[in-house]
């Protein structure tokens, strides 16, 4: 009984193939469409410098990578973060909640720690904007082994100061109120 069913379902794959093959319907080449594959990057690949930015999406703070030409720093992904969403990313439905912000915006680096210092009163920014600036910022200051929370971000402008916000689950936080475990318990 067991050869019958095996014989039937051959003849079945069989008949698929050539009715297939008999309307035409060949192999094709790539065609150029959708975004492109993401994953794991196979070992001893070569190197890709990438540039991570937070936007906000309809399902919430998002991130993105773009490719770069070498590492970018802090400065610099703060200021491609002022420029807005790329073309890919609006048709991802990614938005900036940053204000618009007349003059510079300085950006300094130490040890696990980076200072923004903008031209705008930091009290005003919304919890977005401040998640924006504060996740894009920790991500470019920290070495890929090591975690985006561990790097403390200070937000500064129009005389306040926003002391020691890290980027857990894509939002800024200040590292007082962000849970760590019991020591001597791992963490995940």
């Keep these: 009984m067991r050869l019958t069913r ?6 079945a794959a069989a008949l ?9 319907v060949t192999s094709t080449d790539v065609i150029d469409a959708g975004q492109p594959a993401t994953g794991a990057r196979r070992p ?7 540039v991570r930015l937070y936007f906000m999406s309809p399902y919430g703070m998002s ?3 773009r490719e770069a030409g070498g590492r970018v720093d802090p400065e610099d992904a703060i200021a491609l973060l002022r420029q807005g969403p790329n073309g890919p990313e609006r048709d991802r439905n990614f938005y900036s909640d940053l204000p618009k912000m007349n003059g510079d915006i300085h950006v300094t680096t130490g ?33 890929p082994k090591e975690p985006i929370q561990s ?8 005389s306040y100061v926003i002391s ?6 894509n939002n800024a936080f200040p590292a007082a109120g962000v849970p760590t475990p019991p020591s001597g318990t791992p963490s995940p």
């Design 6 to 11: 095996a014989v039937r379902v051959g003849g």
């Design 16 to 24: 698929v193939c050539a009715t297939l093959a008999g309307c035409g």
């Design 44 to 50: 001893g690949g070569d190197r890709k410098f990438e």
């Design 63 to 65: 991130s993105s990578s």
């Design 111 to 143: 040890t696990r720690r980076v200072s923004i210092q903008m031209p705008y009163n930091v009290l005003k920014l919304s919890p977005v904007a401040r998640s924006q600036l504060v996740c894009t910022a920790a991500n470019a200051e920290a070495s």
């Design 151 to 158: 790097i403390k971000v200070d937000l500064s402008g129009g």
């Design 164 to 169: 020691d916000l890290v980027c857990e689950g």
